[in-house]
C-alpha cells in the first residue's frame, strides 16, 4: 500500500516516512526511537549520533537488526555527512546537544558548537533540500525564571546559563528558516524529563543510583527551587503528534505536566520509595545562576493538537526507580571511570550550602 504524507503541502509518497533523528543514543532521543519503531513498523529511521560521553548504544539493542533502522556516528557540525544524509530523508527532529546545566558552566565552548552551530548545519542542509518539516527540540531554560507565572511561548527569553543560551540561540535559528526561507520548522520548549536511560548526572538517576549505593544525595542550596517534571514518554507521544499535525510551521509548543516539585520533595520522595534513611540528603553549594523556578504553560498543545500528559509522577518515578534498580549493569558501566573524575571535580570539594 502507497502511504501519501502530507505535510504542508509537501506531499512525499513511499513506504514509509524516512526521519532523521539526532542525538538519538541520547535519553530522550533513544526513547523516541523505541517509541517510533515499535508504533510505526514501516517508518525508517536514521539515528546521527557523535557519542559523547552522553551517548550510549546500549539504549537501543532492541534497534540493533532491526531493518528500519540505521545508526551513523557523527557530528551534526559536520556539513559533509549531514548533507548526504539529509538529501535522502523526509524530515529532521533535532535531538542532539550537549545539555548539562553544570558542564555549560565549567566549559560552555562545545554547548556553542554543537547546541547552536550544530543546528545550524541541520538547517541550512534541511533549507538546501526542501525538508518536509523540521522539529527542534528545545528547551523551557530558555525562559530563564518563571516568576509568578509559567511560561507561555511568547514569554521574553532569559537564560541564565550558557546552555540555556545555546539552546535559545538554536531555537531562534530555527524560527528564523522558517520566517526567511520557509524551512518549515517548528520549535518545541519541553520542562524536565524523567525515566529510564537517563544518564546519572542528571538529578533524577544520579540520586535514585547514589541512594542504591548508600551514598549521599547533594541537593544544591536549599533544595528549594522547583522545576515541572515530565515522564519522558509523554514527550515522545507530544513529538509523535507534533510531526503529524499539519498547518504549525514557525510556531513554539511548550510541553511539560504541569507538575511542580522541589528538587528536596524528590529527594524525600525517592529515599522514601527505596527505604532509605532521609540522612543521606547533604545539602551543597549552590548552582551558578541557578533558576529558581522553571514552569511553562501547555494550553496551546492541549488545545490546538488535543495532547496531554498521561503519567502521574508518583507512577512515573516508581517506574524510573523500578528500572535503575533492574537494570544496574546499565549505570554501573557508567559510573566508572571518566564518570567519577567528573564527579570528584563537581562535588569532590564542594562546600556546604550556606542557605540552611
Ligand atoms: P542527552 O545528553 O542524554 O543526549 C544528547 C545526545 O546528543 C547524546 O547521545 C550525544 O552523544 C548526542 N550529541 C551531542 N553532541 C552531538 C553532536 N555534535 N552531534 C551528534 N550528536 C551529538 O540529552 P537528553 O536529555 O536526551 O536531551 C535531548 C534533547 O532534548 C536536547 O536537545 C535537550 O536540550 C532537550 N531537552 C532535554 C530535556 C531534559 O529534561 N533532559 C528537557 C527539555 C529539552
Ligand atoms: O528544564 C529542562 C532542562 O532540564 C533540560 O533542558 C536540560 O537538558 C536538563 O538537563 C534539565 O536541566 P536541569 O538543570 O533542570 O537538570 P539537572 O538534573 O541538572 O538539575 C535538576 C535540578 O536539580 C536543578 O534545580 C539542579 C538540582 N540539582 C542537580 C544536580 C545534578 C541538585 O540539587 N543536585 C545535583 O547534584
Known amino acids: 500500500m502507497i502511504t501519501i504524507y502530507r505535510i504542508t503541502g509537501i506531499e512525499r509518497t513511499g513506504k514509509g516516512m524516512k526521519i532523521l533523528v539526532t542525538g538519538g543514543a541520547g535519553f530522550i532521543g533513544s526513547s523516541y526511537i523505541r517509541y517510533m519503531l515499535k508504533k510505526y513498523p514501516d517508518y525508517k529511521i536514521v539515528n546521527l549520533d557523535k557519542l559523547t560521553y552522553a551517548g550510549n548504544l546500549d539504549n537501543l539493542s532492541n534497534a540493533e537488526g532491526n531493518i528500519n533502522y540505521r545508526f551513523v556516528r557523527g557530528d551534526i557540525a559536520d556539513t559533509k555527512l549531514v548533507d548526504d544524509i539529509i538529501k535522502d530523508v523526509d524530515v529532521v527532529i533535532n535531538f542532539a546537544a550537549e545539555t548539562h546545566v553544570d558542564r555549560s558552566i565549567s566549559d560552555p565552548a562545545d554547548f556553542i558548537m554543537t547546541d547552536v552551530y550544530g543546528t545550524y548545519v541541520l538547517l541550512e542542509a534541511s533549507r538546501r533540500h526542501g525538508i518536509g518539516r523540521f522539529i527542534q527540540i528545545s528547551t523551557d531554560e530558555v525562559y530563564g525564571d518563571a516568576g509568578e507565572e509559567p511560561s507561555e511561548e511568547d514569554a521574553p527569553l532569559m537564560p541564565r546559563s550558557p546552555y540555556a543560551a545555546s539552546k535559545a540561540g538554536a531555537d531562534r535559528l530555527a524560527f528564523s528558516f522558517w520566517a526567511t526561507y520557509k524551512t518549515p520548522a517548528i520549535i518545541t520548549r519541553c520542562s524536565n524529563n524523567y525515566g529510564s536511560n537517563q544518564y546519572p548526572e542528571k538529578m533524577i538517576p544520579l540520586f535514585v543510583t547514589n541512594a542504591l549505593e548508600d551514598k549521599s544525595l547533594p541537593v544544591y542550596g536549599d533544595g528549594k527551587n522547583t522545576r515541572d517534571w515530565i515522564f519522558v514518554e509523554d514527550h515522545c507521544r507530544a513529538i509523535d503528534i507534533i510531526l503529524h499535525s499539519n498547518g504549525i510551521e514557525g510556531e513554539v509548543f511548550n510541553i511539560g505536566s504541569g507538575i511542580e516539585k522541589s528538587i528536596l520533595e524528590i529527594a524525600e520522595m525517592i529515599l522514601d520509595i527505596?527505604?532509605?534513611?532521609?540522612?543521606?540528603?547533604?545539602?551543597?553549594?549552590?548552582?551558578?545562576?541557578?533558576?529558581?523556578?522553571?514552569?511553562?504553560?501547555?494550553?496551546?498543545?492541549?488545545?490546538?493538537?488535543?495532547?496531554?500528559?498521561?503519567?502521574?509522577?508518583?507512577?512515573?518515578?516508581?517506574?524510573?526507580?523500578?528500572?535503575?534498580?533492574?537494570?544496574?549493569?546499565?549505570?554501573?558501566?557508567?559510573?566508572?571511570?571518566?564518570?567519577?573524575?567528573?564527579?570528584?571535580?563537581?562535588?569532590?570539594?564542594?562546600?556546604r550550602s550556606e542557605s540552611r
Open 274 to 351: 527505596l527505604g532509605k534513611n532521609n540522612d543521606l540528603i547533604e545539602f551543597v553549594e549552590d548552582r551558578p545562576g541557578h533558576v529558581i523556578r522553571h514552569a511553562v504553560k501547555t494550553e496551546k498543545l492541549r488545545s490546538v493538537l488535543g495532547w496531554q500528559p498521561s503519567i502521574d509522577f508518583q507512577t512515573g518515578m516508581e517506574r524510573t526507580i523500578k528500572w535503575y534498580k533492574e537494570n544496574e549493569e546499565w549505570w554501573r558501566k557508567i559510573k566508572s571511570g571518566e564518570y567519577l573524575e567528573y564527579y570528584k571535580r563537581m562535588y569532590g570539594d564542594r562546600g
